[in-house]
């Protein structure tokens, strides 16, 4: 969605997939007993699955760096800068703000870094850039906040809480797509597919992979197509 609204065509998706695999098997690979409270399905996946997943991430790990050094050096550096915090996941996990605030800052750099790295800028496109990191990050917080409270258990208090911050951030979201320049008020599909599920919060790790993540994937694929 990113690639199609600021012109730089098809972003390196394939690195994005790569990485982010990397990431966060490694992360699953590593706190099996800190997951498995709050994610008992996939624990049992991965520990039955252990070394076909430790194999898939060594090989997919040599592929990233490949596509990464293929995209240039500067790809490299974004790359690298979100992998190592990637790997800092299991000291921040447990901390809504902290954790909430760097998953954030990572797939921004990974939704927009990427795109905006994959090839020249047309004209006017750096003008784009703030507006659609905007839309990107409300939403993006959004998603963040409410997967911590399917980390652990919370009470109603907090969980409330954290649920009302996360529907401010959707709907600050939507509010720069609809102040954006015209071009981009496809990406109002972003925030509103996440606000949607959001509607239906519960503390499942089904919802959490299938309609929180879904729901981003969703409503990008939403504004994508709308571009095109």
Known sequence: AAGAEIGTGHPPIALALAGTWVVYNVDRLRDLERDRPAWPLRTRFVEENRALLIGLTACIAVTAVALGI???A????LCA??????LLH???KGHVGAESAYV??????VGIGLPALAGPLPAGASSLLPWVAGVFAGTLAANALASTL????????HRSAVLWAAGLAVVASAGVAWAAPETLR?????PAAQ???????????RYALGGLDGGLGLGAWIAAGLVG
């Open 74 to 77: 500067a790809t490299v550096a």
């Open 150 to 157: 399917c980390d652990s258990p919370s009470t109603p208090g």
């Open 186 to 190: 496809p990406l109002i599909a972003i």
């Open 70 to 72: 293929y995209q240039g």
């Open 195 to 205: 606000a949607f599920v959001l509607l239906f919060f519960r503390r499942d790790e």
């Open 104 to 109: 954030t800052g990572a797939w921004l750099a």
């Open 81 to 86: 800068a979100v992998g190592g915090l990637g």
């Open 90 to 92: 299991r000291r921040l």
